[in-house]
């Protein structure tokens, strides 16, 4: 056995133990990627707090007397802003054997980049490329820097966030991009050792905030299509076998996108189908002019119940022929909308990826229909942070699911949300959206809609609609008095009342 697989089974040894909450993972297996004590940041914060902090009151010195305090506060709340006081209380003391005071400024720095801190993860960039070429130097091992590019990466996705006050909403999403962008600088490693021709050059990273793996960048849509899926993650366990017999049909296999229809017909048609959201129409058809393939930017249809801004989504949809899923958020309490892990019993793909395999297309639509629904218990997992992430195209573009444990590219989806009001929606959230109020239809629009609205009632009862006595002019009347806009149930309520008048009055007496 040599030296480097005795190596990495000691690693994984103390991994286990890690998460078994066994051992108290060291700074320097923190920055090789080592877990958190027990699997967590608050679990592995409160352990080293509380342990250091014995060591110091063992010490009985007054000179660490704030540094103590500190350590006993995180001991009690483990948040971002106890690791900060526990930092600056750091600043004040000098390196006395026996206490290690370096070690803590750097776990510090790890915590605070786990949990979204710029300027810290850039540190921990640092420290961790220092890793990284100590292993080149001596055991030729290359593993290692992927990790120090991905810490690279991680600090300048963060610090563009924080200029546009879009900070990323959970720890649980910044590790999934970590992990995602160590794949495909491990992918892209990899690749590059087995160059063997000498006119290949080296990769060269230009750009940092883009994925280096060439092949999920190989995304021209020269034939209307992309990789979504390129690989299946642990493939060698039971679990992952069975994950890969279930996707062998989609792994580097480049799915089409929706080619863009004729738009001129397609706004006639919702024009005349909704008159009262012409502008919302065009507004949202103007931007796909001169596309050849159809993306929505993520968007909220603003309204007040009844509106029609769900039917109006679904048929704009349709109309652009993109295959989609219907979501009613009323139901969604969790982060299931982001997938489960294959280990679970309930363990399944994320609804972006579902929606992929299903159609056989890499754009499909996700309708999610009153967004503002959606519970905020964080107990398993919020829906509002995992869409953060699917939201942004430079996440969604290396996506990390959870059960497939592989990147996917799952940016060309089109996302169209309705809401009734955004208050409760996160800013994070609605900063990624484009919020278009949608109009409510006026008593100019009453004849019109009260024709369609006959039309189905004789259609759900199994009838011809041509059979449909038209609406006649007191009727009209009536049923303008009773409304004058705004909510399209309420007015179906009130035609189902004056068709149900009509057949009492037609039966013999």
């Known amino acids: 056995m040599s030296s480097l697989d005795s190596q990495d089974r000691h690693f994984s040894r103390r991994l286990k133990a890690a998460v078994e909450g066994l051992h108290l993972p060291s700074e320097e297996e923190l920055l090789r990627g080592m877990s958190f004590f027990r699997g967590d940041l608050g679990e592995d914060i409160r352990e080293y707090a509380e342990r250091l902090w014995r060591r110091l009151r063992n010490r009985g010195d007054l000179a660490f007397a704030s540094l103590a305090a500190a350590l006993e506060e995180l001991t009690v709340e483990q948040s971002d802003d ?17 206490v290690p005071i370096e070690a803590c400024r750097l776990r510090c720095r790890f915590y605070l980049a786990s949990s979204g801190d710029s300027d810290a993860a850039a540190s921990i960039a640092g420290e961790t490329a220092v890793v990284a070429l100590r292993d080149i130097n001596n055991r030729d091992d290359l593993r290692l820097a992927g990790r120090a ?13 924080a200029k546009v006050d879009n900070l990323y909403a959970s720890r649980r999403s910044l590790s999934r991009m970590l992990q995602g962008y160590e794949r495909d600088f491990e992918g892209a490693i990899k690749r590059a050792s087995k160059r063997t021709e000498p006119e290949e050059q080296p990769l060269v990273i230009d750009d940092l905030t883009e994925v280096v793996d060439n092949e999920t960048l190989d995304v021209t849509d020269r034939d209307g299509s992309i990789l979504v899926f390129t690989s299946v993650g642990n493939d060698a366990t039971s679990e992952g076998k069975r994950v890969v017999k279930e996707f062998e049909a989609f792994v580097r296999r480049r799915l089409p996108l929706p080619g863009t229809p004729d738009l001129a017909a397609v706004r006639t048609r919702l024009t005349t189908e909704f008159p009262w959201a012409i502008s919302i129409a065009d507004d949202l058809l103007k931007r796909l002019v001169g596309r050849k393939h159809v993306r929505l930017r993520p968007v909220i249809l603003l309204g007040i119940p009844g509106c029609g801004k769900t039917r109006f989504a679904r048929r704009l949809i349709e109309e652009l022929r993109l295959p989609y899923e219907l979501v009613s958020c009323g139901g969604l309490s969790d982060s299931a909308l982001g997938g489960t892990a294959r280990r679970w019993s309930s363990g ?15 754009g499909p639509a996700i309708i999610l229909d009153e967004i503002e629904k959606v519970g905020t218990s964080r107990h398993n997992g919020n829906v509002h942070d995992v869409l953060v ?23 060309h989806l089109s996302w169209l ?16 959206c484009r919020i278009l109020r949608f109009p409510e239809p006026g008593l100019d629009d009453l004849p019109f809609l009260a024709s ?20 006649e002019g007191y009727e009209i009347e009536a049923l303008a008095r009773a409304w004058t806009g705004g909510s399209i149930r309420k007015l179906e309520r009130l035609v189902e009342t004056l068709v149900e008048t009509r057949e009492r009055h037609r039966e013999p007496q």
């Open 82 to 98: 106890g690791v900060r006081s526990l930092v600056k209380a750091l600043d004040g003391v000098e390196a006395v054997k026996g």
């Open 389 to 411: 992430g699917l939201l942004e195209k430079e996440t969604s573009a290396r996506w990390f699911d959870p059960y497939l444990e592989s990147n996917c590219d799952l940016s």
């Open 149 to 161: 590019l991905s810490w690279a990466v991680m600090a300048c996705s963060l610090a563009q966030a």
């Open 417 to 432: 949300m309705t809401a009734n009001e955004v208050e409760s929606v996160p800013a994070v959230l609605r900063d990624r």
């Open 348 to 362: 399944e793909p994320s609804l972006a990826v579902m929606a992929v395999r299903r159609h056989e297309c890499a």
């Open 452 to 471: 369609r609205i006959l039309e189905r009632l004789y259609l759900e009862q199994g009838h011809d609609p041509r059979w449909a006595t038209p609406l």
